[in-house]
């Protein structure tokens, strides 16, 4: 496995060779009994053989967190191997219990398991992002049925990110203003791309939805570090409860989705320039975004270069909101 950067759009691309593809076994890697071999990277409560939540290495990662990138040219091309870490995040020990139905205490031991190893892999100066994200169902691309998330820190920071990264900072150096509070601002006063808030934390539909129900999970105030923010057990028990009822919300139009976490970058990576992260503070804003997978509604014609979408997201956020979440799943076990 190598990472090849396209000279042209400069995105890193994952190059497998075939031989390389996952197998999945028939009993569950992941399930307590199973999972003995695996190295525990986390787990609460710590080291407890009953543990809710563990962090493992991935069985077939697709980054390996040994040696350095070893960049090279190939003529004018560039590639590097495929440095990095891939971690399971055993989001708990019941295989048939998926994150939306787990009780929000549970769901906010999953979030401290994504701070607490976002913050750790942040040391390592030679990965310049961390991701955290979860595919859900078959549709999305998860390949072990134990529900898990995943991790993964890279020496490079992922196109999107680096998309959003360069327009936050533009926008800042235009304003003086996050981009990412004025939208939370205008979405919430205009109330026709919300599916929900609270006086901490809203839900919406963005303006320009890729996909039908495109949804983001972010704070209302202003924060840019994730690991930063949610760190105590009573804003990640807030937080947990929000994304529970958003997650039932959409799940009852669709059972697969990606969710994906952006955060800042790592600012202590090696080869950063000085400088080039000043105002990222006040100018970046954690947020959630989840892309749900929806084969009926999505076009064989549709060009991956430009997203198709059949569903304006004023449409799909009235449906969204309209949707009533049953009380005892509210409440769950707080
Ligand atoms: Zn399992
Ligand atoms: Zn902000
Ligand atoms: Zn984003």
């Known amino acids: 496995m190598e990472l090849r950067k396209d000279p042209i759009t400069m995105s890193w691309v994952i190059i497998e060779g075939p031989e390389e593809n996952g197998i999945t076994p028939d009993d569950c890697p992941l399930c307590p009994g199973n999972d003995s071999g695996l190295q525990s990277i986390y787990s609460s409560p710590y080291n407890h053989p009953n543990w809710q939540v563990r962090v493992v290495p991935h069985l077939h990662p697709v980054y390996r967190i040994e040696g350095d990138a070893m960049r090279c040219g190939e003529g004018l091309y560039d590639k590097m191997r495929n440095l990095g870490a891939h971690e399971i995040v055993v ?46 169902g078959q549709s999305a691309g998860q390949d072990l049925s134990h529900p898990h998330s995943e991790i ?57 939805s890729r996909v039908p129900y495109e949804t983001w999970v972010l704070p209302a105030y202003h924060h840019c570090h994730f690991e930063e923010d949610l760190t105590s057990p009573e804003s990640q028990l807030r937080f947990a409860r929000f994304l ?91």
């Open 91 to 136: 989001e708990t020990p019941d295989h048939a219990l998926p994150l939306s139905q787990q009780p929000p205490e549970k769901i906010a031991q999953v979030l401290q398991a994504y701070v607490s190893r976002i913050a750790d892999l942040k040391k390592d100066r030679r990965f310049r992002y961390i991701t955290v994200f979860r595919n859900q």
């Open 152 to 208: 993964t820190a890279t020496p490079f920071i992922p196109r999107r990110i680096g998309y959003e990264l360069r327009s936050a900072q533009r926008y800042f150096d235009l304003k003086e203003r996050c981009l990412i509070c004025d939208i939370v601002k205008q979405e919430i006063s205009q109330q026709v791309r919300t599916v929900d808030s609270t006086d901490q934390f809203v839900a919406l539909c963005p303006f320009a």
């Open 244 to 334: 529970k009822t958003i997650l039932q919300r959409l799940e009852s139009v669709t059972p697969a989705y990606h969710l994906v976490l952006h955060s800042s970058p790592n600012t202590n990576a090696k080869f950063e320039q000085a400088g080039s992260w000043k105002t990222l503070s006040d100018d970046y804003h954690w947020h959630f975004e989840i892309l749900p997978v929806i084969a009926s509604k999505s076009k064989s014609y549709s060009l991956k270069e430009v997203y198709y979408n059949s569903l304006p997201p004023e449409d799909a956020a009235a449906e969204l909101r309209s949707i009533a979440i049953p009380a005892a799943k509210i409440s769950g076990a707080g």
